[in-house]
């Protein structure tokens, strides 16, 4: 069986063009680690390999804006809606850090969505207006609580505090992930100037799968207007089972042949993978983390005697709370484990000084 890694490979090696002319897009930067590693057999010396990137870091780069941590973006939008709510309610007590953040990310992720989906923010947050007040319609004055008032001013303010937000960031040459998408789809003459920079005369979109609708105006013109090429890792047997949630956004891009031109998703002349390679599944019971983590070291100790290389193997843990765990209990058989989950942000000592730093403020 040839893995979808080593199919992206084969398709870089086999392109009339030098690997460095080549730009390949990824869903993240461990593919690209994979990537090279699968290219070494494929080189005789000394070569440059092709411009890697992961679909973000393409948007951010070829946008020429910075993608700013969710921290310092919750920041800055609790400012911006402390503008909106004064311009608003002069006479009220500006919103407190703390108390902000306690809803303040989730409506970092709706502006988010609103931006990768291309939404009109005064139509969508209008609308959210409207609901409240309907609402509202049939209560009777006295039957009106504050909490109710407070929150139809809230969503009065939301509008405001979205376009606030964004000119801040615009301005500073900064954005979230979903601003950044729409700028650069709104903008796309820059991915043009970017290619241009970088020397690129081909570009490999490989193993992305749900796109919104920023992404895919920038896939759109990247098909139109560059030698371009997009891979997709899929297997017939969710692709074309409609029930199965795994193809959901494969078979809907089967119909989009004007955005990927011939290379819409097919499970034509393909087999299925997940029908037809054997698999050994073995259920172990380990209560608590410290379990769980003995366990995962036992099994690696075991693979390794077994001479199972490391690059083959990814640790997949439920929960990131059992990456220290795991960590301190890896056995000295392997230097290096896949580990397929990050750092826990509340355990860095960033998180405690920004606690303390609030706790400070406030």
């Known amino acids: 069986m040839s893995t979808f890694i080593a199919q992206i490979a084969q398709e870089l090696i086999s392109s009339p063009l030098p690997l460095h002319q080549q730009m390949v897009v990824l869903p993240n930067q461990r593919a690209e680690i994979f990537l090279r590693e699968a290219l070494k057999p494929h080189l005789k010396g000394p070569t440059l390999l092709p411009l890697f990137t992961t679909v973000d870091g393409f948007i951010s780069n070829a946008g020429?804006?910075?993608?700013?941590e969710p921290l310092v973006l919750l920041i800055q939008l609790h400012q911006c809606y402390n503008e909106a709510r004064y311009e608003a309610y002069p006479d009220r007590e500006p919103e407190s850090l703390g108390s902000f953040l306690s809803w303040g990310q989730t409506l970092l992720s709706d502006f988010e969505e609103i931006d990768r989906y291309k939404l009109n923010p005064a139509h969508v947050l209008?609308?959210?207006?409207?609901?409240?007040?309907?609402?509202?319609?049939?209560?009777?004055?006295?039957?009106e609580t504050a909490l109710m008032g407070q929150y139809s001013d809230f969503v009065a303010l939301l509008p405001s505090t979205y376009e606030r937000f964004k000119n801040a960031l615009l301005a500073r040459g900064e954005a979230h992930s979903g601003l950044a998408s729409r700028y650069l789809s709104e903008n796309l003459e820059r991915i043009d100037n970017y290619l241009n920079r970088n020397?690129?005369?081909?570009?490999?979109?490989?193993?992305?799968?749900?796109?919104?609708?920023?992404?895919?105006?920038?896939i759109g013109q990247l098909k139109n207007h560059w030698n371009t090429t997009v891979m997709w890792d899929l297997d017939p047997h969710y692709v074309?089972?409609?029930?199965?949630?795994?193809?959901?956004?494969?078979?809907?891009?089967?119909?989009?042949?004007?955005?990927?031109?011939?290379?819409?998703?097919t499970t034509k002349n393909?087999?299925?993978?997940?029908?037809?390679?054997?698999?050994?599944i073995t259920p172990v019971g380990a209560s608590k983390y410290s379990g769980q983590a003995k366990t995962v070291s036992a099994t690696l100790e075991r693979w390794a005697k077994e001479g199972v290389p490391a690059q083959n193997i990814a640790v997949i843990l439920a929960d990131e709370t059992?990456?220290?765990p795991v960590l301190s209990i890896l056995p000295e058989s392997y230097d290096k484990v896949n580990i397929t989950m990050g750092y826990p942000l509340d355990q860095t000592k960033v998180a405690a000084t920004v606690r303390l730093w609030i706790g400070a403020v406030e």
């Open 270 to 280: 393909r087999s299925s993978d997940f029908l037809t390679v054997p698999k050994e």
């Open 64 to 68: 020429d804006l910075l993608v700013v």
């Open 322 to 324: 059992l990456l220290n």
């Open 126 to 143: 209008g609308d959210l207006y409207n609901v409240q007040k309907l609402a509202e319609w049939d209560l009777e004055p006295e039957n």
């Open 199 to 218: 020397g690129v005369k081909r570009v490999l979109v490989a193993g992305l799968n749900a796109l919104n609708t920023a992404e895919l105006t920038i």
């Open 240 to 265: 074309n089972m409609k029930e199965h949630e795994a193809g959901l956004f494969l078979r809907a891009h089967k119909d989009r042949q004007k955005i990927f031109g011939n290379d819409v998703p």
